[in-house]
């Protein structure tokens, strides 16, 4: 660590990993209730688990993502992060307006609008926060020693996702038109913006990790990200076919997402071939891993079982099925939760001072999730083509058909066992690499990886 | 080989013209929608209906327009598919109606609400969803390959053809099962058989008995008990006489003249 602001990344990465525990656990209440254990329907039906799973995986990745960026700013702008202050105080109150958000879901307070259920009083919250966090970097890069095009992309990402959330917030009395904008945040955030902020933290860790020349893994990094926005913007159309939406949105969102499979085959290529050029010497495997990973996942979740089911003829039979939640799971896991675990991965040895970077349990902690996710997908996958046949294409009741897939989800609840238990290897490495201390700046942590670099 | 700058052209370059593209379409589209929407249909009563499905998360459970979880039915054709009686009556106690099944929350709507939320409902359902949901491909076929073992008795006196009481509106009868060749949607595939010719199968004691408590009749029926529900005792005694007065063979004479039993 080089400097003494970039501490406050720990914190953020301490409370990503609660919540991510937490989002695990309401996963599983929300598996048992599809095998018929619903014995807590009472206090938590299906609907508060839902909301609190995914508003759980948003607050984690964006902690994540925001503890990266104040990791990686300073170190880009080679000078202290302007406000330490105001960055504890965001933290807290971010934190703060997520656990109300979560509690309000128990009791029948929210918005109701899929991943955006935060009420609107807790919305003008979350914006303020995330103006303080944005003018903290923000002015961090602008008075900094040197702009990179990391930083400035990392920045761009954050700043757009910000911009995009206030579409979420305008109010329509036709529920089209709701659901239209919706959509301007959630599909523009995960197949847009933050493919942007992904691609940075890829390109950071790519450049730390390997050794090769800044300045060609950061051109890749803008024909990735511009293959992105190419295909990822108006492939928002996937998302306007069947809600009431003019009928050139099926021809328009069916070229353009059938694309977007292309931007993550650059992102995996470009960090396999990065990989292959620096050699693996960097003495962080497990980071390597987990960028590595990252790369290859988000192409196979978000990518590839993507595409299985984003043209207009396949979407007709498979849009509101399991099958949504089978590409969901792996493109989230892969593209975004990975790119988070892999940045935590090569921070803490840094903020700690501790070498804990490649033993049994952070080897097992990668290979578990994975198998795990893999796993989980397959269940879903099973169960949503049986769903698809059943409901959609012979025309048995929703009912009968849930009656008859439910096997599947103890599959799923099995698979999740095994990814729970990965999680909890990382963490538990998380835990052994204890607090950052201010002599972690002296240590021999950073030595270590001084590679050569490779042009 | 690509410099640098020609990249970062490449990245602001193209997100520029592709975002305006969409900017332009998204301009079109919202000029559009009210048409395809029928957005003039939009009564108050549709809005507070969208108001209550957003403030207790039904997208949390259910879809509509495909969109939501997937934990509990797609509702966008429900008005139509089950009729707005039998909504009514599922509202106010949704596991009186799927006894021992997967559980919707027990809303305390009152009756003003619900009317609220069907009029939402059914506005969704005359949107125009460029064809979704589609007509299952298969369903023909596998209607083809053969009704369900003991649904329909196809011998014996062919039923009356007589107005259907508004009971088995109201009673809910008709979301499920097909009467005088109304309603029925909701039940084609789950075995709940239509009612004209149930005089072949059961008497009117029977009838009786069944209705006021299938469960008791035949332990795994997927038939809710729907006496204290959405029917009286009374009405159950009036159902029972009207669908044993559909036999042609039991009609009184005043009765329209009854067809002969037809050969097949």
């Known amino acids: ?455 | 080989m690509l410099t640098k700058l020609q990249a970062k052209v490449f990245f602001l370059g193209g997100t520029a013209v592709f975002f305006g593209i969409f900017l332009v379409l998204t301009i079109d589209t919202h000029l559009k929608v009210p048409f395809q929407t029928n957005a003039k249909d939009i009564t108050s009563a549709v809005i507070a209906g969208k108001r209550i499905w957003e403030s207790n998360n039904c997208m949390g459970c259910h879809t509509l327009f495909g969109e939501g979880a997937y934990y509990a039915p797609e509702l966008t054709k429900v008005v139509e598919n089950r009729g707005k009686d039998w909504l009514k009556v599922f509202i106010k106690n949704p596991a009186a109606m799927f006894p021992g099944q997967r559980k919707m929350v027990h809303y305390n709507f009152t009756d003003e609400q619900i009317d609220h939320v069907i009029a939402f409902l059914e506005w969704c359902g005359r949107v125009d969803l460029n064809g979704f949901p589609a007509e299952p491909p298969l369903r023909d076929a596998l209607q083809a390959m053969g009704t369900p073992t003991g649904v329909v008795a196809s011998n014996g006196p062919t039923p009356l053809q007589k107005p259907v009481p508004a009971v088995f509106t109201t009673g809910t009868c008709i979301g499920c099962h097909q009467i005088q060749g109304q309603g029925g949607a909701a039940g084609a595939l789950i075995g709940a058989p239509p009612l004209d010719d149930v005089f072949r199968r059961k008497t009117r004691d029977q009838i009786i008995e069944w209705i006021s408590d299938p469960a008791k009749v035949k332990p795994d029926t997927k038939m809710p008990k729907l006496v204290g529900i959405a029917i009286t005792d009374a009405q159950v005694i009036e159902i029972a006489d009207w669908l044993v007065s559909l036999n042609p063979e039991t009609a009184a004479p005043t009765a329209a003249p009854a067809p002969a039993a037809q050969p097949k």
């Not at chain 1, 990402?157 to 036709?174: K, R, S, W």
């Not at chain 1, 939406?245 to 353009?256: C, E, H, S, V």
């Not at chain 1, 007709?316 to 399991?322: D, F, P, Q």
């Open chain 1, 1 to 455: 660590m080089k400097f003494q602001s970039q501490k406050i990344a720990y914190w953020f990465f301490a409370a990503a990993m609660l919540l991510l525990v937490l989002q695990v656990v309401y996963g599983f209440i929300m598996g048992f209730a599809r095998i018929g254990m619903d014995g807590l329907h009472g206090w938590i039906p299906f609907n508060t688990a839902r909301a609190v799973h995914t508003n759980l995986l948003v607050v984690w990745l964006l902690l994540g993502f925001m503890g990266s960026a104040y990791f990686i700013i300073p170190e880009e702008a080679d000078r202290e992060l302007m406000w330490p202050k105001l960055a504890w105080v965001q933290l807290i109150s971010f934190l703060v307006v997520g656990v109300i958000a979560i509690v309000g879901y128990h009791f029948n307070y929210w918005e109701g609008r899929k991943f955006l259920e935060i009420p609107r009083p807790l919305d003008y919250l979350v914006v303020i926060n995330v103006l303080a966090f944005l003018a903290n970097i923000g002015l961090t890069i602008w008075n900094g020693k040197r702009y990179t095009t990391t930083a400035i992309v990392l920045y761009f990402g954050l700043l757009a996702a910000a911009l995009l959330y206030l579409p979420g917030m305008i109010d329509f009395d036709n529920q089209t038109l709701d659901s239209f904008y919706r959509w301007w945040v959630v599909h523009l955030w995960v197949e847009g913006v933050w493919e942007l902020i992904m691609g940075a933290l890829l390109c950071y860790l790519l450049i730390k990790l390997t050794g090769v020349d800044r300045e060609v893994v950061e051109k890749w990094l803008y024909i990735i990200v511009g293959l992105t926005f190419l295909s990822g913007i108006l492939g928002t159309g996937h998302h306007y076919y069947y809600i009431g939406a003019p009928r050139y949105w099926l021809m328009i969102g069916g070229i353009f997402s059938a694309l977007e499979p292309l931007a993550f085959l650059g992102m995996a290529i470009y960090a396999l071939s990065m990989a292959k050029k620096g050699g693996r010497r960097h003495p962080n495997k497990a980071a390597l891993n987990w960028t590595l990973g990252s790369a290859i996942m988000s192409f196979v979740g978000a990518g590839f079982l993507g595409f299985a089911h984003t043209l207009p003829q396949v979407n007709m039979y498979t849009h509101g099925t399991l099958v949504t939640a089978m590409h969901g799971h792996m493109a989230f896991w892969g593209a975004y939760a990975m790119i988070n675990l892999a940045m935590i991965a090569y921070v803490l040895p840094i903020l700690t001072g501790r070498k804990l970077w490649d033993n049994a349990a952070s080897s097992y902690a990668f290979w578990l999730s994975n198998i795990g996710m893999v796993a989980m997908t397959g269940a879903f996958a099973v169960a949503g083509i049986t769903q698809v046949n059943l409901e959609r294409r012979m025309g048995l009741d929703f009912l009968a058909v849930q009656k008859e897939i439910e096997i599947h989800f103890v599959g799923l609840i099995l698979a999740a066992c095994l990814f729970f238990l990965g999680i909890c290897l990382y963490i538990y490495n998380f835990w052994r690499h204890g607090l950052p201390t201010d002599e972690a700046a002296q240590s021999d942590v950073r030595a270590a990886e001084d590679l050569p670099t490779v042009s």
